[in-house]
């Protein structure tokens, strides 16, 4: 026993040396990515129920040379860790305004970008300013921008949030809750958080089918979207009866990959132009 016990122990330490190796190499190797611009941003429409195009989120991609496609979800919290999110964030939010200034130029109406925000930009004392640097340096005017917070973020400092979202309303610019239900935010500040919209955490939408109990939540946050004014996208939408099932709930936004896949800018680009599916 003693023996299997010291042989799961060195497993152990075996694995944790290794996730701390691929961290210190990851930090490195994201270094020369921001540095060497390796990172690219993918675009995924949102529709409306009658398929037009009504806006779209940016997505953090990054092909390494050996290592393939890394998980933004895996580096991001890796840039939160080192602090490297500042530099990230900051190229991210100017690439994506970058963009969507050359869609409303060419008038291709694609409503407006929805940039993530990593709660560690949002809290800054310099967030605003820097904001307001990155519209006037890329020419994008505020009413094209939508910036997404998650659920836990806006809820770590409630009284800075509802502050800073309402400069950002001043602005001109929306906002909406990521993830939205799986948070479990008290109602109190859910009220009194300025936001234009709630993204209905997939988690939901795929329990549509199944038979869980998460159908009901659906309809439920709809509900409470609506008695709160808050306009509702439902995130990850895969099949058609899911699409069905939140049409007859009057939700109005749809994003997933039963209509489109995140893309790259030249393919997003090319959907605009060809215009909604006849
Ligand atoms: P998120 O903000 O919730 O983004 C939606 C995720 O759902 C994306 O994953 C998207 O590709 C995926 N998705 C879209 N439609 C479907 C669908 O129908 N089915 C399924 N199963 N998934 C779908 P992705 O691109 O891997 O991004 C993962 C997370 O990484 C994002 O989740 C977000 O939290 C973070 N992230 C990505 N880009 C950025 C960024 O630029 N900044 C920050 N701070 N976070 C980012
Ligand atoms: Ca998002
Ligand atoms: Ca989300
Ligand atoms: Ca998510």
Not at 32 to 38: E, G, L, P, S, V
Not at 70 to 83: R, V
Not at 88 to 112: F, H, K, N, Y
Request: charged fraction near 25%; glycine fraction near 8%.
């Amino acid at each position: 026993a003693k023996q299997k016990g010291r042989n799961q122990f060195r497993a152990f330490t075996r694995e944790l040396n290794e996730s701390l190796y691929r961290r210190l190499m990851l930090r490195n190797e994201l270094q020369t990515a921001m540095d060497q611009r390796d990172l690219q941003l993918y675009y995924q429409p949102f529709f409306t129920q009658t398929g037009q195009v009504c806006g779209y989120e940016a997505l953090l991609r990054w092909e390494h040379p050996e290592l393939g496609w890394i998980s933004p979800q895996d580096f991001i919290a890796i840039a939160e860790q080192t602090g490297q999110i500042a530099e990230l964030g900051r190229w991210v939010l100017w690439q994506a305004c970058s963009d969507a200034r050359q869609l409303v130029d060419a008038r291709l109406m694609p409503g407006r970008v929805s940039v993530n925000l990593s709660p560690l930009q949002f809290y800054r004392g310099d967030f605003l300013l820097d904001l307001m640097g990155v519209l006037s340096e890329t020419g994008l005017q505020a009413r094209w921008l939508d910036l997404e917070l998650t659920e836990g973020a806006l809820m770590r400092d409630t009284q800075a949030s509802i502050e800073t979202l309402g400069r950002l309303v001043e602005l001109g610019i929306t906002t909406a809750i990521d993830d939205f239900g799986t948070g479990f935010s008290c109602l109190d500040y859910l009220q009194r958080l300025p936001v234009t919209r709630i993204k209905l955490d997939k988690v939901f939408i795929h329990a549509i089918d199944g038979h869980s109990g998460n159908a009901v939540v659906c309809k439920s946050v709809l509900a409470l979207a609506r008695e709160l004014g808050l306009r509702v996208l439902a995130e990850g939408v895969e099949t058609q009866a899911q699409y069905d099932y939140l049409v007859n709930l009057d939700c109005e936004v749809f994003q997933g990959f039963y209509f489109a896949r995140p893309m790259p800018f030249s393919m997003f680009r090319e959907l605009l132009l060809a215009g909604p599916e006849k």
